[in-house]
């Protein structure tokens, strides 16, 4: 059975960190690019940030970068987002998803976790 279960999310207050987790089971992780996406009230799912199979390159959307770190490790099965200088408008869910490419396209989506940065 598949999961990605999505763990750290909170309320913090602008300027704070948070770290985000997405533990993964029922496939082979390291197979795997691993994304996190998050969905604000009325808008979109966007990319946050991705990570290759073996971590070797990142990428982030303009809005985080130089704020957010992607890791992965493989050895546990688990991603990371560490979210720093945290905004209001950094508020969303998170979700991580993973993604394969095997001649189709595979992909798997957590439950999400909720982020609120508000003073």
């Known amino acids: 059975q598949v999961q990605l279960v999505e763990s750290g999310g909170g309320l913090v207050q602008p300027g704070g960190s948070l770290r985000l987790s997405c533990a993964a089971s029922?496939?082979?992780?390291?197979?795997?690019?691993m994304s996190w996406y998050r969905q604000a009230p009325g808008k979109e799912r966007e990319l946050v940030a991705a990570?290759?199979?073996?971590?070797?390159?990142?990428d982030y959307a303009d809005s985080v970068k130089g704020r957010f770190a992607i890791s992965r490790d493989n050895a546990k099965n688990t991603v990371y987002l560490q979210m720093n200088s945290l905004q209001p408008e950094d508020t969303a869910v998170y979700y991580c998803?993973?993604?394969?490419?095997?001649?189709?396209?595979?992909?798997?989506w957590g439950q999400g976790t909720q982020v609120t940065v508000s003073s």
């Open positions: 998803r993973a993604r394969a490419i095997v001649g189709f396209t595979i992909q798997y």
């Open positions: 029922g496939f082979p992780f390291r197979a795997y690019a």
């Open positions: 990570i290759t199979t073996a971590g070797g390159s990142t």
